[in-house]
């Protein structure tokens, strides 16, 4: 395991689709996993250190998004911020407040104590990742050229959203086949590379696994509770969320976890699934095809998710290692990392940098 400290060197574009007005951005507060995986296996090949198709077919370098870092320093990652859309007054729920809300909810079998909450408060808009928040930005304007007839097309302007040089983003890279080692590498990282784009340096320090093993560990223990002799267990989301039901239709959260002899299914309520946060739309380029990645909507980093376990004892180890790497093979491509959510402390902390 290591942590990851990007500076770009270049504005990046790190577009999500491209609509009439031009490319939009994906986010200013995050670079996606998969991007950033991209990056570095590019990296690694144009060093002959990685057989890409061995890596494309059992994937063993999983990268976590990183996170914009602030003045202070410090990864920005705020799930619990709220702002009232009028008088823009900013909130922050407390984790204690919110544990609170949830056994009521468990108890009362009705979703009531949460719509106390500016969770679920139509007044309130989540703070975390609004225009202005996050890396600084600009717009590059294009004409797109003919080829054939060395003139512009007509009317054809387009635009990208570029991130600004000198923005610093930090996060997880996991490495299970020993490809990576303490480094400072040049990675291009984004679309538009070959005009000049996003051009980076990757420092990469590794990371006690032993100690986060334990730290995860102990926060499953806190994060967990037992109503009615059953067993509830919130988890926050440190990454995007998406679950495949079948090749056309994608879940926003995570159903149900399994492993052997246990199980974790999501709470539902009057109805509705127990799952607090907002929507990222999930796009891209395909290189291969030549045409645009079918579109879909995952569950925000910051979504928090509570799920009853059925056997606890037999569940708890094989958790440990799904929070510390992923819960599934989309976490090679930056999805589905989830932190069990304790109380105390900066909220970073569950990105298990700190």
Not at 228 to 241: D, G
Not at 298 to 303: K, V
Request: proline share 5%.
């Amino acid at each position: 395991m290591f942590k990851a400290e990007l500076e770009l060197l270049e504005p990046a574009r790190l577009s999500s689709r491209q609509t009439k007005k031009g490319f939009t951005i994906y986010s200013r507060l995050f670079i996606p996993g998969g991007t950033l995986r991209g990056a570095i296996i590019t990296a690694l090949m144009e060093r002959g250190g990685v057989d890409v198709k061995a890596e494309a077919a059992n994937p063993s370098i999983r990268c976590e998004p990183l996170y914009f870092v602030g003045s202070d320093g410090r990864p920005f990652y705020g799930p619990f911020t709220y702002r009232h859309k009028l008088t823009r007054e900013v909130r922050e729920v407390e984790v204690d407040e919110l544990m609170k809300a949830l056994r009521e909810v468990i108890e009362e079998n009705r979703l009531t104590p949460l719509r106390e909450l500016p969770l679920l408060d139509p007044e309130y808009e989540r703070y975390m990742g609004l225009q202005g928040e996050g890396a600084e930005a600009w717009v590059s304007a294009h004409v797109a050229m003919s080829k054939r007839y060395r003139k512009a097309y007509k009317g054809l302007l387009y635009s990208y959203v570029c991130l600004t040089e000198g923005s610093k983003f930090t996060g997880l890279v996991h490495d299970s086949g020993s490809l990576l080692s303490e480094d400072v590498m040049d990675i291009r990282i984004g679309g538009a590379v070959s005009r000049g784009f996003g051009r980076a340096t990757l420092k990469l320090s590794k990371e006690s696994e032993e100690s986060k093993t334990q730290l995860v560990r102990e926060w499953l223990e806190e994060s967990r509770f037992e109503l009615n002799s059953r067993s509830y267990l919130c988890l926050i989301a440190r990454s995007p969320i998406a679950y495949f039901k079948n090749p056309f239709e994608v879940c926003p959260y995570i159903p149900r976890i399994s492993g052997r002899d246990w199980k974790a299914e999501i709470v539902s309520i009057e109805g509705k699934v127990v799952v607090l946060g907002n929507y990222v739309e999930v796009g891209g380029w395909s290189y291969l095809t030549g045409v645009h990645k079918p579109q879909f909507n995952a569950g925000s980093p910051g979504t928090l998710l509570l799920y009853r376990v059925t056997n606890w004892r037999k569940a708890r180890e094989e958790l440990v290692e799904k929070c510390l790497h992923g819960f599934d093979e989309l976490s090679a491509i930056g999805f589905n990392y989830l932190t069990p959510l304790i109380t105390g402390g900066k909220p970073r902390r569950w990105l298990l940098l700190d």
